[in-house]
């Protein structure tokens, strides 16, 4: 994912260039992917949800579609990155 900046200071915020922004993408893509590795090496490990539980029901219900499992990612991808940024570039 490639973001661009449009030109512009806000009163009271740190300058950050394309390239910082850039960098916080990427750092927060490579973070979501270690977390999907982890999720994987779940589901490898054959743990399964017994039927007509609770929580089989639950799952059911709460099991996302494929869009949003892509909006998803991209709003995890997008809230980490601005909180690595606002680490980064706003200690007081």
Known sequence: MHITQ?????SGLPPVDE???????K?????LGRE?????SLIRSN???????PQHGQLIASY????????????????KASLYMSHKH???
Not at 19 to 25: A, G, L, T, W
Not at 47 to 53: A, G, P, R, S
């Open 6 to 10: 449009k030109r512009g200071k806000i």
């Open 19 to 25: 390239d910082e922004i850039n960098m916080s993408v």
């Open 27 to 31: 750092f927060s893509e490579s973070n």
């Open 36 to 40: 999907t590795r982890m999720e994987n």
């Open 47 to 53: 743990t399964k949800v017994q039927l007509e539980t």
């Open 64 to 79: 996302p579609s494929a869009e949003a499992l892509i909006h998803g990612k991209n709003a995890i991808i997008a809230n």
């Open 90 to 92: 706003c200690q007081w």
